[in-house]
């Protein structure tokens, strides 16, 4: 059984900065990619950023240039570091871990950017 467990998300005033971090534990299987997705109340969940365990990145539009997606293999741990920060950014970010036709989720962390 995998879980994923997520941290660090919060109130934040736009402008400002986050680190969410999310840790992967179970069975898993080495070559996999993590990601982070949100979703925005009313709307669909979206990704955000994703990294694979060769460490290809990919961001989303809205985020490049101001978020960072890294990972500890060592650790299944992947972090989203989340500078400049706008009230479009908020939502509940959710960690996937995904190989093959295995496709995990966490249970979410809130992200709110104020104005």
């Known amino acids: 059984q995998v879980q994923l467990v997520e941290s660090g998300g919060g109130l934040v005033q736009a402008g400002g900065s986050l680190r969410l971090s999310c840790a992967a534990s179970?069975?898993?299987?080495?070559?996999?990619?993590m990601g982070w997705y949100r979703q925005a109340p009313g709307k669909q969940r979206e990704l955000v950023a994703s990294?694979?365990?060769?460490?290809?990145?990919m961001y989303a539009d809205p985020v490049k240039g101001r978020f960072t997606i890294s990972r500890a293999n060592a650790k299944n741990t992947v972090e989203l570091q989340m500078n400049v920060l706008q009230p479009e950014d908020t939502g509940v970010y959710y960690c996937?871990?995904?190989?093959?036709?295995?496709?995990?989720w966490g249970k979410g962390t809130l992200v709110t950017v104020s104005s």
């Open positions: 996937n871990l995904a190989w093959g036709r295995w496709d995990y």
């Open positions: 179970g069975s898993i299987f080495s070559i996999n990619r």
């Open positions: 990294i694979t365990s060769g460490d290809m990145t």
